[in-house]
């Protein structure tokens, strides 16, 4: 997948997500779509972002590799970030909580962009 189409998937992702958390109650009947949102940003997405930087082109493990990768680094990324969170003076409040973990994974994405236009640009340096 080329990588301006892979960022903007992210972007996306994570902007209808943000939607979802914000603007759909608690008793709505769309409440399973935002749980399912919520699910997939939390477990798949950093941690996804974080092994695109790890494992490019001569380092690229399989599909199954990446799904489990993606999962755990998610977990350890949420976790921290949970931990950090909790410590400081800013608390595990909703906003604070997505506010950091979107700021994080689109970090990330753009590392990955740029990253993988570096490597298309000089396919000769590769790691």
Known sequence: ???????????????????????????????????????????????????????????KVDLIEEAVLSVALSFGIVGITGLFLGLSPIGLKITAITTSLSSITLILAIMVFILKNK??????QQR
């Not at 490597?119 to 000769?124: A, G, Q, S």
């Open 1 to 59: 997948m080329k990588p301006l189409r892979w960022l903007e998937i992210i972007i996306i992702f994570t902007v209808l997500t943000l939607l979802s958390v914000y603007l759909i109650p608690n008793e709505s009947m769309f409440v399973l779509l935002r749980y399912a949102f919520s699910v997939i940003f939390l477990f798949i997405i950093p941690g996804n972002c974080l092994v695109n930087i790890l494992f490019r082109k001569k380092n």
């Open 119 to 124: 490597d298309l640009k000089h396919p000769e």
